[in-house]
T-cell receptor, first 114, second 107 residues
Framework: ETGVTQSPTHLIKTRGQQVTLRCSSQ?????VSWYQQALGQGPQFIFQ???????GRGNFPPRFSGLQFPNYSSELNVNALELDDSALYLC?????????????FGAGSRLTVL | GIQVEQSPPDLILQEGANSTLRCNFS?????LQWFHQNPWGQLINLFY???GTKQNGRLSATTVATERYSLLYISSSQTTDSGVYFC?????????FGQGTELSVKP
């Protein structure tokens, strides 16, 4: 149990649909980041939120968007799904925005796009 | 950006054997973590080790920041050690992961 929970654990969508993935962080962890992990690859940074504002983004198109809420939960939204969006999506939280902090990951949401 | 390379990409061990996994990075870092990803996808923190040596049971890690590499040692391997091991370094607010080492420990 890492204190970071994600839902759903698995889901299947079709191309063109939209999906919302959810993450609940540990209390006091006001920084949350999302990663995409394609099969056989290392996780890739999507974006980070700090105090409900996006403050860093990786090389992902605008159809990947997010929200962070005051209760330490967050969402990743992906519009107009493509086949290549099939991946494990990981949420990670940390108590602070910068510095030498350890990220704690959830178990992930595995998305399959058909 | 920083490049992270891990070796070997795959490793098969007999239970009880020892192993060393390597992580090279292209620039100086002040934050390096080792993770174990189990077959269900969960990334488990093993070590936060920007420099020096740490040990936790059968696992230990050493980072030589000036030479831009880190090593993860697994001694007396067990079948439960199987999975993918990632190292990751921090650049700004994000972690940059290597491609991982997939370890399979046979009984």
């Amino acid at each position: 149990e890492t204190g970071v929970t994600q839902s759903p654990t698995h889901l299947i969508k079709t191309r063109g649909q939209q999906v919302t993935l959810r993450c609940s962080s540990q209390s006091g962890h006001n920084t949350v980041s999302w990663y995409q992990q394609a099969l056989g690859q290392g996780p890739q940074f999507i974006f980070q939120y700090y105090r409900e504002e996006e403050n860093g983004r990786g090389n992902f198109p605008p159809r990947f968007s997010g929200l962070q809420f005051p209760n330490y939960s967050s969402e990743l939204n992906v519009n107009a799904l493509e086949l290549d969006d099939s991946a494990l999506y990981l949420c990670a939280s940390t108590p602070a925005i910068s510095g030498a902090n350890v990220l704690t990951f959830g178990a992930g949401s595995r998305l399959t796009v058909l | 950006g920083i490049q992270v390379e891990q070796s070997p990409p795959d490793l098969i061990l007999q239970e009880g054997a020892n192993s060393t996994l390597r992580c090279n990075f292209s620039d100086s870092v002040n934050n390096l973590q080792w993770f174990h990803q189990n077959p269900w996808g969960q990334l488990i923190n093993l070590f936060y080790i920007p420099s020096g040596t740490k040990q936790n049971g059968r696992l230990s890690a050493t980072t030589v920041a000036t030479e831009r590499y880190s090593l993860l040692y697994i001694s007396s391997s067990q079948t439960t050690d199987s999975g993918v091991y990632f190292c990751a370094v921090r650049e700004g607010g994000k972690l940059i992961f290597g491609q991982g080492t997939e370890l399979s420990v046979k009984p």
